[in-house]
């Protein structure tokens, strides 16, 4: 099953992340990732976006909440959504730039943008949906686009938040 999870810095946390990027790498390297990456504000690291296949829901919290920055406080919250990959396919099999934008729509009731818009600017993309896949809960998407907003129908949603994304890790 596949994961999307969203750890949120908190506030000066950086050396605390620049001292542990190794072990979060190391971390990160044991698990079947479909993209991985910081986000950004005006240059400044707040967070990081990690999509992920594992058996279930309880596999995906421990992920999220095992992540050594996360256990040594370095992030202020974690979002963790069922996700499914509608591109079928990871990050690193995309041939455009590396750097882009996470872009998050937030909604519930009936489904939106099940069939992406865009798709050639798509780096990774799915719906976000309850534990047990039943209810759409709003849509991710890596984004290398000058308008990222555009791939989401953006009145179909109650929120809709664009954070600057590049690739991050190892392969």
Do not use: C, K
Not at 18 to 25: D, I, K, S, T, Y
Not at 36 to 64: E, I, N, Q, W, Y
Not at 133 to 142: D, E, I, K, Q
Request: glycine letters at 10%; charged letters at 25%; hydrophobic letters at 45%.
């Amino acid at each position: 099953m596949e994961f999307f999870t969203y750890h949120r810095d908190r506030p000066g946390s950086m050396p605390l992340r620049r001292a542990m990027l190794e072990e979060h790498w190391s971390y990160m390297d044991r698990f079947e990732l479909i993209a991985r990456g910081p986000t950004f504000a005006g240059g400044v690291l707040t967070g990081s976006v990690h999509v992920v296949d594992v058996p279930d829901a309880a596999a995906a919290r421990a992920f999220a909440f095992d992540e050594p920055v996360y256990q040594a406080g370095g992030y202020r919250d974690v979002l963790v959504r069922r996700w499914r990959n509608v591109l079928g396919r990871t990050m690193w099999d995309f041939t455009g730039g590396r750097e882009g934008h996470l872009v998050l729509g937030f909604s519930s009731g009936e489904p939106a943008d099940l069939v992406p818009a865009r798709p050639d600017e798509l780096i990774a993309y799915g719906p976000l949906l309850s534990d047990d896949g039943s209810a759409w809960l709003g849509t991710a998407a890596l984004v290398a686009s000058a308008d990222p907003v555009a791939v989401l129908t953006a009145e179909r949603y109650d929120a809709v938040e664009v954070h600057e994304w590049e690739f991050g890790g190892r392969r």
